[in-house]
């Protein structure tokens, strides 16, 4: 092995046998910055003049190969040379070029291995082309070149989707031509130095197959309605499916559309929750703090929400043990856990052998004392108080002393709950979305007393759990619901100032929420709200204004989509405006004499967006939340904000 050359601060080489080796080390993820362009193509230009080198090889420091382009980098000056240059070179090299994907090749990454003549990944490796979850379109070759090599339709899925294939999956696509058995670089030295001398594969010059046009047609219709208006998607179908032209004119029209995007709003918003998503579960005062370990958990009450808690944990590896009030009902709970792994194996989402070793580290019982083992236990049962207060004095005599108290209410107050336990400082709250198996956001609730351990243990489960963590202070409906409640609040304001149901949902569809509120509100049903209202009616301020309409609906048993009627009628199951609701709300006007008046969209989605904001600066300044991303994070993830809107801190910034 020949002596390190340094190509630039993080692009760096020895020669093999002959070959060149080109190791990229740029941590966090070896992004494409200027530096590691600028020692690529140095190193390209050593290879291609030294007589000594028969080939390139060229890899990444660390567990990724490349993560894509320096997303930090978008929105500053361009810098010379450019990915596209570079890529540009590889390609044209007139010495094989083997990519050795050691890890993530994602982007910029997969397209720089693109641009190679031959890829070998390690087991571990993944690719993918992301760019449409940043608002973009992949801007170095990617939808030009993927095309030339796997084909249009496999193309257009990977690139509009986003999704990343494990090394396996890569090579039943073809995107790479080897996993590496042994040692990774070992075996891309070996491809190069057989590939030395022969004509060389270049991706570029490769035909993209012909593909039927019905079957291209039906795959991008149903993109651009998944897309729901967003740009990306639509201009990546666009790029992908016009690929059978020449490169040059492929990849001009791709990196023009690349850089139109990249400086998009809604390419803005989604580098916004992009970094979101790595803030959130960095919280002021823990740095260094150490979670307690934690292999068991216990779950008190298997209902819908335990059962999906129980389902998350057995997936990501821990022991559960499951605690219901009696042995018939524990035995259910079993069950229902059972059937949601079932499903899981039915959809592909776990094999047998996972499904048999996941129900191994299952137990259901009735005792409470055999909750003993548990290194944290989290509440699910019925909503009340004096429920969850007694269940956590039962706790606080069986379970071990440096064992984590978890509460997984929506709406009580957790300082009240852990204030009936003899260690308040152990208790904390994990509020789960239902289901909570399926929806990634979870909000880590601080108590007044939350030792600072307790609340590091509660971020590393969350992200054991691969859920999305999101710290809130103490507050009623903590960040979501407090700011879904104002939200809701201004949508009855409007009511009685003259807009109806359908036409607040038409604004918010059009806005790219999937679903309007008031039919959101259909399908979650009336009545626990209403039973909240009434519980809340002694207490309420009696000059705040209160809209009636929905307590209304309720006394009418228009309870939802379950009672077949609501704020919609669902005759068939079909949502159908109902015109005795729109009687009920002009009768609630008429009994405040207010004179109704017609709303624009964008007058509606004004008001819905601005009580959000409103009430999001009121938690910032209670500082129940850290940062105004993460209440954009919970509104996205846990509410349906559209995530290429950036959230409604954002949006209305
Ligand atoms: N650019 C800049 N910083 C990045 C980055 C990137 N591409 N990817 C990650 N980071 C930072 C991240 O903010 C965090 O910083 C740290 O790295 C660790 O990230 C031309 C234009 C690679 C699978 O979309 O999916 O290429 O918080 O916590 O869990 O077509 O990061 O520590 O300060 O996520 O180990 C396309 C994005 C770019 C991939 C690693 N690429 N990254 O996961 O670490 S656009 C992507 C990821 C593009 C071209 C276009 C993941 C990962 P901090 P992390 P991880």
Redesign the pocket.
């Known amino acids: 092995m020949s002596k390190t050359i340094e190509f630039s601060a993080t692009v760096s080489a020895t020669t093999r046998n002959g070959v060149l080796v080109v190791t990229i080390d740029n941590p ?2 070896n ?1 494409t910055s200027v530096d590691v362009r600028s020692g690529l193509e140095k190193a390209l230009a050593h290879a291609e003049t030294a007589p000594d080198v028969t080939g390139v090889v060229v890899t990444g420091a660390g567990k ?1 190969f490349i ?6 980098e978008f929105g500053k000056p361009a810098t010379e040379p450019t ?1 596209p240059a570079v890529i540009e070179k590889i390609e044209g090299l007139s010495k094989p070029v083997v990519a050795a994907l050691n890890g ?1 090749a ?4 997969l ?1 720089v291995a693109l641009a190679c003549h031959y890829r070998v990944a390690s087991p571990a490796a993944q690719v993918g082309l ?2 449409v ?2 608002g ?1 379109v ?3 070759g ?1 939808t030009q070149r993927l095309p030339r090599l796997i084909g249009i339709p496999a193309a257009l899925d990977l690139i509009t989707s986003g999704r990343s294939v494990k090394a396996e999956e890569a090579l039943t696509f073809r995107i790479i031509d080897d996993v590496a058995a042994g040692d990774l670089v070992e075996t891309a030295i070996s491809a190069a130095s057989a590939l030395a001398g022969k004509p060389l594969r270049r991706t570029g010059d490769l035909t993209v197959a012909a593909v039927d046009p019905a079957e291209v047609e039906k795959a991008s219709v149903k993109i651009l309605a998944k897309a729901r208006g967003q740009k990306a998607p639509a201009e990546a179908v666009r790029l992908v499916t016009s690929s059978n032209r020449p490169l040059a004119e492929g990849l001009a029209d791709e990196r023009a559309t ?1 850089l139109a995007l990249r400086d998009s709003r809604e390419a803005a918003a989604l580098r916004h929750v992009f ?1 979101a998503e ?2 959130s579960s960095k919280v002021e005062g823990l740095e260094g703090v150490e979670p307690r370990p934690v292999k068991t958990i216990g779950i008190c009450g298997l209902g819908l929400m335990g059962s999906g808690i129980a389902v998350a944990a057995l997936g990501a590896g821990y022991s559960v043990i499951g605690l219901d009030q009696t042995v018939e009902a524990a035995e259910k709970g079993r069950e229902r856990i059972i059937g949601l792994l079932e499903r899981n194996v039915a959809s592909g989402r776990l094999d047998q052998a996972g499904f048999e070793a996941q129900k191994a580290r299952l137990s259901v019982t009735a005792e409470d004392v055999d909750l003993a083992p548990c290194d944290l236990v989290v509440e699910a049962v019925f909503d009340d108080l004096a429920v969850k207060t007694d269940l956590f004095q039962r706790l606080d005599k069986v379970i071990r002393p440096d064992a984590v108290l978890a509460t997984n209410t929506s709406y009580l107050n957790p300082d009240e709950i852990a204030a009936a336990t003899a260690h308040p400082e152990r208790v904390l709250g994990l509020h789960f979305f239902s289901p909570a198996h399926v929806m990634r956001l979870l909000e880590v609730v601080r108590c007044a007393k939350t030792a600072p351990d307790v609340l590091a243990t509660g971020l590393a489960v969350a992200k054991k759990l691969r859920k999305l963590p999101v710290v809130t202070g103490v507050t009623e409906g903590f960040i979501g619901n407090r700011i879904f409640s104002a939200y809701r609040r201004e949508a009855e304001f409007l009511l009685e100032d003259g807009a109806l149901p359908h036409e607040i949902d038409a604004a918010l569809e059009d806005y790219g929420f999937p679903m309007g509120l008031f039919a959101v509100y259909d399908m979650a049903g009336l009545e626990i709200a209403w039973a909240r209202r009434k519980r809340q009616a002694a207490t309420r301020n009696p000059s705040a204004r209160y809209v009636e309409i929905a307590d209304t609906l309720c006394e009418a048993g228009r309870l939802g989509q379950k009672a077949g009627r609501g704020w919609y009628a669902y005759p068939d199951g079909k949502r159908t405006i109902d015109p005795e609701v729109t009687t009920i709300i002009e009768a609630a006007r008429a009994k405040k004499c207010i004179v109704p008046r017609a709303f624009s969209k964008g007058e509606i989605l004004e008001r819905m967006l601005g009580a959000m904001a409103l009430e999001g600066e009121a938690l910032l300044a209670e500082r129940i939340a850290a940062r105004s991303s993460d209440i954009d994070l919970v509104m996205i993830n846990g509410y349906g904000f559209p995530a290429h809107k950036g959230g409604p801190m954002f949006a209305k910034a």
Do not use: C, H, M, S
Not at 67 to 72: H, L
């Open positions: 966090p993820v992004a990724t993560g894509g382009a320096d997303i930090k990915l993530a994602l982007g910029g990454g397209e992301p760019e979850k940043l973009i992949p801007g170095a990617g690349f970094f790595r803030e």
